[in-house]
């Protein structure tokens, strides 16, 4: 009798019950479905990153195909190197402005060039800028304090040379900025730096290899380049990141003969599915 009993109750015992098999599944499902979103959230992130990496790559080699062309109203209505179309229109106050379209790796490319003023090169040596930063034989020095550009440059050593390391310039999302040269980190506080003059020396065996990032959502960051006695061209800067809201002004000079160059503001956005990803700014004198 004691076995019979022991095998009815084995027996009783096999399988789940209803309850058991529905409070299983609640529990898997708890346990299952946050680490499902995780893995969907942690999908869509590195797609937005992805997204915004080949965006900017896009619109960094965008901005290096206008600053090769020498004359933009030769340029109407031809592709440029990349296939963006150059074509024209007129602004406010009857400005001439540039527009810019194209496709480019599943990104839709849109911006303009907007003639800010006719500007000669005296002109911009007139202008003030916070700090100057200096590039001297295996050194980085940065001026004290507001500079104008003109006489910032009068004042250059004969030990002025190109920067043999990356300079990487960072403007935090507190406006304060950071100099990064050689190993070193020089910091200059909010809000004392909204404007830089970067004054290196022509060599025909270095190039300028620059990096900027602007974190600030409140603060434009413009940079100012002096390459020796000559215009600083696009072949002589290497722009590793470009990143942010960020003016350029490259061929800063002293120069007083050069004559009737102006200067443009460029706009670009790179769009996906109908959303701005990535977007980016330049000044530069044509």
């Known amino acids: 009798m004691l076995i019979n009993k022991v095998t009815k109750s084995r027996k009783s015992k096999k399988g789940f019950t209803l309850l058991e098999v529905i409070i299983s599944f609640a529990l898997i499902s708890i346990i299952l479905i946050p680490i499902a979103n995780l893995v969907l959230t942690s999908v869509k992130i590195n797609k937005s990153t992805e997204n915004k990496q080949q965006a900017k790559a896009v619109l960094q080699e965008t901005i290096e195909n206008i600053k090769a062309i020498d004359n933009f109203s030769s340029a109407l209505s031809k592709p ?25 790796n599943g990104f839709s490319i849109e911006g303009s060039i907007k003639e800010k003023s006719q500007v000669v090169n005296n002109k911009v040596s007139e202008m003030e800028v916070d700090r100057t930063i200096y590039f001297n034989k295996g050194s980085i020095s940065i001026s004290n304090g507001k500079e104008v550009i003109g006489e910032a440059i009068k004042k250059l050593s004969d030990n002025l040379a190109t920067p043999s390391e990356e300079v990487f310039i960072e403007m935090k999302e507190a ?13 200059i506080p909010k809000p ?53 809201q960020i003016e350029l002004i ?37």
Request: one cysteine or more.
């Open 175 to 187: 406006g304060e900025i950071n100099v990064t040269y050689g190993g070193s980190i020089i910091a």
């Open 250 to 286: 490259e061929g800063v000079q002293h120069s007083e003969d050069i004559i009737n160059e102006k200067l443009y503001f460029v706009e670009l956005r790179a769009n996906k599915n109908g959303e701005v990803v990535e977007n980016m700014n330049l000044e530069l004198l044509k």
């Open 80 to 104: 440029l190197n990349n296939g963006i179309t150059l074509s024209e229109a007129t602004g406010e106050d009857n400005k001439l402005i540039y527009s810019l379209s194209g496709e480019i």
């Open 192 to 244: 004392e730096a909204k404007s830089l003059l970067i004054c290196v020396n022509e060599d025909s065996e270095k190039k300028l290899n620059l990096s900027v990032e602007n974190k600030s959502h409140t603060e434009n960051l413009k940079i100012y380049l002096f390459n020796g006695e000559k215009v600083s061209e696009r072949q002589d800067v290497i722009i590793s990141k470009f990143n942010g």
